[in-house]
């Protein structure tokens, strides 16, 4: 069975700050799909980046940057200089390869204050 | 506009009615999904069709809930007999193969 724990509930930052949202993941496949996605006040959950497992190359994207460590099996995803654009519930995702479905945590609220 | 689009998107019922959420997925896109979603939760998969073929239903999917994708395209999600533990955000979400989900902007759904 596939998890997906994102410990932290919420987190509030002052604009500018660096931010680093956790994700801890478990998994029995060996090919797996790890996935971040945004959810704005608007609601709707909008797509950030997917990792395969066998990739664990670290990303940099503007002020995102993710961490993926198979040893730890996390998948931390940080914003650099946070703006208050930025406020939104932050979702982690893992789905195994051809199972179709994903299984997502139960989201991290992050809040940059101006 | 090429986003996954769902209808309607809100619906207040009354308990024990039936009600249709449909979704019209990017149309690219061979995989459709389900997914329901509650205050502080993150979404929670329901159902997925590849092409027309309904691949996989959560064990969470009473049967009151029932799900097609008719010729592979749009999907429509009907809950029958409707209870007040139903509401909630009803996600419809779309891929290509194994790729990262486009979602649309949800059905609320309210059970008095």
């Known amino acids: 069975a596939q998890k997906v724990t994102q410990a932290q509930t919420e987190i509030s930052v002052v604009e500018k700050e660096d931010v680093t949202l956790d994700c801890v993941y478990e998994t029995r496949d060996t090919t797996y799909y790890l996935f971040w996605y945004k959810q704005p006040p608007s609601g709707e959950l909008v797509f950030l980046i997917r990792r395969n497992s066998f990739d664990e190359q670290n990303e940099i994207s503007g002020r995102y940057s993710w961490n993926f460590q198979k040893s730890t099996s996390s998948f931390n995803f940080t914003i650099t200089a946070s703006q208050v654009v930025d406020s939104a519930v932050y979702f982690c995702?893992?789905?195994?390869?051809?199972?179709?479905?994903?299984?997502f945590g139960d989201g991290t609220t992050l809040t940059v204050k101006p | 506009d090429t986003g996954v689009s769902q209808n309607p998107r809100h619906k207040i019922t009354k308990r024990g009615q039936n009600v249709t959420f449909r979704c019209d997925p990017i149309s690219e896109h061979n995989r459709l999904y389900w997914y329901r979603q509650t205050l502080g939760q993150g979404p929670e998969f329901l159902t997925y069709f590849q092409n027309e073929a309904q691949l996989e239903k959560s064990r969470l999917l009473s049967d009151r809930f029932s799900a097609e994708r008719p010729k592979g395209s749009f999907s429509t999600l009907e809950i029958q007999r409707t209870e007040q533990g139903d509401s909630a955000m009803y996600l419809c979400a779309s891929s290509f193969e194994d790729g990262e989900l486009f979602f649309g902007e949800g059905s609320r759904l309210t059970v008095l």
């Open positions: 995702a893992l789905s195994e390869h051809n199972a179709g479905k994903s299984t």
